[in-house]
């Protein structure tokens, strides 16, 4: 079983970038999609990005599309977010899953989800 542990939040004014990691234990990480999500207070979990096991194939909503890339390093046992051009609407906590059934984006798709990490955008 892969159990993630999400890292890289912060404080960015808008227009920065940050990039997340997410740290994944297992032995089986690299037969796993994985995806990121993230969470504003009061709102559901929504989804950012997915990457396929082989890191062929890649997944973005279109709100992040043209901003933010997945990537993983499956030697590292790691996915990455690279989030540029933020905005204040990007402020949420971030949250690395691994995927559980072989498509779509929705939460329930994923799960083992880490702890999260917080991304705030000041305007």
């Known amino acids: 079983q892969v159990q993630p542990v999400e890292s890289g939040g912060g404080l960015v004014q808008t227009g920065g970038s940050l990039t997340l990691s997410c740290a994944a234990s297992?032995?089986?990480?690299?037969?796993?999609?994985m995806g990121w999500f993230r969470q504003a207070p009061g709102k559901e979990r929504e989804f950012v990005a997915a990457?396929?096991?082989?890191?062929?194939?890649?997944y973005y909503a279109d709100s992040v599309k043209g901003r933010f890339t997945i990537s993983r390093d499956n030697a590292k046992n790691a996915v990455y977010l690279q989030m540029n051009s933020l905005k204040p609407e990007d402020t949420a906590v971030y949250y690395c899953?691994?995927?559980?059934?072989?498509?779509?984006?929705?939460?329930?798709?994923?799960?083992?989800w880490g702890q999260g990490t917080q991304v705030t955008v000041s305007s």
């Open positions: 297992g032995q089986t990480f690299d037969s796993y999609g």
């Open positions: 899953g691994t995927r559980r059934v072989a498509h779509g984006t929705a939460a329930s798709s994923f799960g083992s």
């Open positions: 990457i396929n096991w082989s890191g062929g194939r890649t």
